[in-house]
């Protein structure tokens, strides 16, 4: 069993940054593909980026690619989201999800609560 908490969400301005993290617990983190995804009131859970297990390669929707940047400290057990230039249309859930394979498809088998972005225009 893995458990995930995302923190790290809030109101922010368009332009502005803010950084997700994701602590993960029971089970060797750094063995798992993990990845965040977010999902917007009315809209369907769309993949944000992915970090495959050992953390050398990464994965990234278009609609965030050279934006954010997702990274992965296998000693804190604890998955990042940076987030940079942030746009009204980022405003959703975020969600960290592990443990499935590699890429930005919802096939995960775990996942945290959730934290929350605003982005202001």
């Known amino acids: 069993q893995v458990q995930l908490v995302e923190s790290g969400g809030g109101s922010v301005q368009a332009g502005g940054s803010l950084r997700l993290s994701c602590v993960a617990s029971?089970?060797?983190?750094?063995?798992?593909?993990m990845g965040w995804f977010r999902q917007a009131p009315g809209k369907e859970r769309e993949g944000v980026a992915a970090i495959i297990s050992h953390g050398g390669i990464t994965r990234y929707a278009d609609s965030v690619s050279g934006r954010f940047t997702i990274s992965k400290d296998n000693a804190k057990n604890t998955l990042y989201l940076q987030m940079n230039s942030l746009k009204p249309e980022d405003t959703a859930m975020y969600y960290c999800?592990?443990?499935?394979?590699?890429?930005?498809?919802?096939?995960?088998?775990?996942w945290g609560q959730g934290t929350q972005v605003t982005v202001s225009s």
């Open positions: 029971g089970y060797s983190y750094i063995r798992l593909h």
């Open positions: 999800a592990a443990d499935g394979p590699f890429g930005l498809s919802p096939r995960y088998n775990y």
